[in-house]
């Protein structure tokens, strides 16, 4: 069977994590979470107060930043790594959402993190999620998948995955940051969130993630 690269888009919250984790798990394939690496970014600006709005400062970032993931055995699942620290819960936490649109938005930053993720997935067996991995990553990908759900069941979705990581935060904080980076996400000028034209579209309102996942993987059999 040929490998093929799976790239499955779409709105915040809506279950691409969930389902690209457990496609490329049942496929042997590698999973990447393009979101994590601006996320990994985020905390790092963050953290360095570097200003998003020099570009001399915000090269020095990139040049200073390396994002790996490494698979942890006791979870079945890679985690994102900045420096080689271990930051897979620190990047899901609000201050980072609420900042990750605007930084990942800088043309640089794009161009940087763009680049390292075709690296990734140049020898295909790869399951990529993001915003832009069907339309500006891999335009060539054999399979495309846009997903998206109601605002209320990713709002919820959300608070469930932050309340697992210790932080409670108020459905009406997490619908707001959601729309604010789908707004931000979908107007931006470099790479926005589209909806690619050969992609497959997924509401996810009604489905099981296991549904999710078993949709996926006859489509990605049929690509192969
Ligand atoms: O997927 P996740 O919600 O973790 O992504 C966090 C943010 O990273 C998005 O809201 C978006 O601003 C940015 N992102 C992006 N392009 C991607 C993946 C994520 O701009 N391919």
Not at 24 to 52: E, W
Not at 108 to 115: A, G, I, S
Not at 216 to 224: D, R
Request: net charge neutral; charged share 30%; aromatic share 6%.
């Amino acid at each position: 069977m040929k490998k093929i690269v799976i790239a499955i888009d779409g709105l915040s919250a809506c279950g691409k994590s969930s389902t690209a984790k457990e496609v490329a798990n049942r496929l042997g394939y590698k999973y990447i979470d393009s979101g994590a690496m601006y996320r990994a970014v985020t905390l790092y600006f963050l953290k360095h107060y570097i200003n998003p709005v020099n570009p001399k400062e915000v090269q020095r970032a990139m040049d200073s930043i390396d994002i790996s993931f490494v698979f942890n055995e006791k979870i079945g699942f890679s985690e994102t790594y900045l420096n080689g620290l271990n930051v897979e819960n620190e990047i899901r936490q609000m201050h980072v959402s609420q900042k990750v649109s605007e930084i990942s938005a800088i043309g640089e930053v794009r161009k940087d993190l763009v680049r390292q993720q075709r690296k990734l997935g140049k020898k295909k067996g790869v399951v990529m999620d993001g915003r832009d991995i069907g339309s500006n990553v891999f335009p060539d990908a054999e399979l495309k998948i846009f997903m998206n759900a109601d605002m209320d069941i990713r709002a919820e979705r959300r608070q469930k995955e932050l309340l697992e990581k210790g932080e409670l935060v108020d459905l009406p904080t997490i619908e707001e940051n959601l729309k604010q980076r789908d707004k931000m996400d979908s107007e931006r000028k470099e790479n926005p969130l589209i909806v690619p034209e050969d992609a497959v579209i997924l509401s996810t309102n009604f489905l099981t993630l296991e549904e999710q996942v078993e949709y996926v993987l006859q489509l990605a059999t049929e690509k192969m």
